[in-house]
């Protein structure tokens, strides 16, 4: 068990519907990383907040958002969603800022969306 | 930009047996490097990093990784295997104090043969 809590563990949806997936981090950790793992992309970094601040950027759409909260928790909107948006949603979590050279990353245990 | 590959997409080897899992990174600056499992249904787990301090780096479960500077490479190593090991392995470069990108290799999944 990393320490690192998503909800809900899966969730079904119709096209063109909004979801919020929801993470709370490791207790002290104050940097949230979102991923989304499908088979034709594979793993790819979507977002990270610091301490309540958008840190890095990876390949997120405009369609989706995400913010961090006062008490660290994250959550992850996705809106307009497609059929293609269906995935594994992780949220990790580490102590530092800066994923590189600073502590490692704990992983949720993930939340699978599927799109009809 | 960075960029990593991990060069097979799917390992086999027998219980007992050498591990080798390739990565090849390519990084404009000094990258931190990463490899991380994924057991079916589960997140992910670290298994060691390498952040410009000792070129070999030690990790968890008996796993071990060398930096090639010269060869840009990061590849993933035991000296052997076990049922357990058996699970999907990422490669991840990530540049330090630059736009904080961090870049996943598309994986290997480990096959153990009894």
């Known amino acids: 068990d990393s320490g690192v809590t998503q909800t809900p563990k899966h969730l079904i949806t119709a096209t063109g519907q909004r979801v919020t997936l929801r993470c709370s981090p490791r207790?002290?950790?104050?940097?949230v990383y979102w991923y989304q793992q499908s088979l034709d992309q594979g793993l790819q970094f979507l977002i990270q907040y610091y301490n309540g601040e958008e840190r890095a950027k990876g390949n997120i759409l405009e369609r989706f958002s995400a913010q961090q909260f006062p008490d660290l928790h994250s959550e992850l909107n996705l809106s307009s969603l497609e059929l293609g948006d269906s995935a594994l949603y992780f949220c990790a979590s580490s102590v530092a800022g800066l994923a590189g050279g600073l502590g490692e990353q704990f992983f949720g245990p993930g939340t699978r969306l599927t799109v009809l | 930009a960075q960029s990593v590959t991990q060069l097979d997409s799917h390992v086999s080897v027998s219980e007992g047996t050498p591990v080798l899992l390739r990565c090849n990174y390519s990084s404009s600056y000094s990258p931190s490097l990463f490899w991380y499992v994924q057991h079916p249904n589960k997140g992910l787990q670290l298994l060691l990093k390498?952040?410009?301090?000792?070129?070999l780096v030690k990790g968890i479960n008996g796993f071990e990784a060398e930096f090639k500077k010269s060869e840009t490479s990061f590849h993933l190593t035991k000296p052997s295997a076990h049922m357990s090991d058996a699970a999907e392995y990422f490669c991840?470069?990530?540049?330090?104090?630059?736009?904080?990108?961090?870049?996943f290799g598309k994986g290997t999944r480990l096959h153990i043969l009894p």
């Open positions: 991840v470069v990530s540049e330090m104090n630059r736009d904080d990108k961090i870049i």
């Open positions: 390498y952040t410009s301090a000792a070129t």
């Open positions: 207790s002290g950790d104050l940097s």
